[in-house]
T-cell receptor
Framework: EAQVTQNPRYLITVTGKKLTVTCSQN?????MSWYRQDPGLGLRQIYY???????DKGDVPEGYKVSRKEKRNFPLILESPSPNQTSLYFC?????????????FGQGTRLTVV | QKEVEQNSGPLSVPEGAIASLNCTYS??????FFWYRQYSGKSPELIMS??SNGDKEDGRFTAQLNKASQYVSLLIRDSQPSDSATYLC???????????WGAGTKLIIKP
């Protein structure tokens, strides 16, 4: 089954404790991205990757890191989480960057930083 | 001004009626427009895509695009309670091809 898999689904952590949210897709998509979703603000892009070893900042990259060492995986790293990073996070992939392609989303990760 | 604007709602529509959802965008160079549906606590899923001016129909759904007015809409005919969800409008940004998302319109279909 074609899918984007995120883990964990739920995470509660303390301020400053490094964490990683994993994202994997099995559709051989070139393009992957991370979003956070907050009430009233919609989906905001954190980082994106056009292909292996190619990553770039989205609209809200502060406090996050990513890597793309393999085509299928695109982990999101919070080196020192803070309470303002409490949010619902989605990983998405699509066949290629640009328009004209559908974005497929993971199940989401609800992160709480206390 | 937000790049993609939607009325947050909630929009309440009787079952069987037509639901009309609207979205405006600011980037005149945008070429791709999408409507996604998101149930509470779930991930967004694609409903419709539209790339040229005019109407595009798929079953009970019709997407309408007017690039001159920078306006895209989604019509849902014969609304069902299962259509109750938040509808997200997404537009590609011409400068870097990234998708920009509206905050979504919450739609409630009343039986």
């Amino acid at each position: 089954e074609a899918q984007v898999t995120q883990n964990p689904r739920y995470l509660i952590t303390v301020t400053g404790k490094k964490l990683t949210v994993t994202c994997s897709q099995n559709m051989n998509h070139e393009y992957m991205s991370w979003y956070r979703q907050d009430p009233g603000l919609g989906l905001r892009q954190i980082y994106y990757s056009m292909n292996v070893e190619v990553t770039d900042k989205g609209d809200v990259p502060e406090g996050y890191k990513v890597s793309r060492k393999e085509k299928r995986n695109f982990p999101l790293i919070l080196e020192s989480p803070s309470p303002n990073q409490t949010s619902l996070y989605f990983c998405a992939s699509s066949l290629r960057a640009g328009g004209y392609t559908e974005a497929f989303f993971g199940q989401g990760t609800r992160l709480t930083v206390v | 001004q937000k790049e993609v604007e939607q009325n947050s709602g909630p929009l309440s529509v009787p079952e069987g009626a037509i639901a009309s959802l609207n979205c405006t965008y600011s980037d005149r160079g945008s070429q791709s427009f999408f409507w996604y549906r998101q149930y509470s606590g779930k991930s967004p899923e694609l409903i419709m895509s539209i790339y040229s001016n005019g109407d595009k129909e798929d079953g009970r759904f019709t997407a309408q695009l007017n690039k001159a007015s920078q306006y895209v809409s989604l019509l849902i005919r014969d609304s069902q309670p299962s259509d109750s969800a938040t509808y997200l409008c997404a537009v590609n940004r011409d400068s870097n091809y990234q998708l920009i998302w509206g905050a979504g319109t919450k739609l409630i279909i009343k039986p």
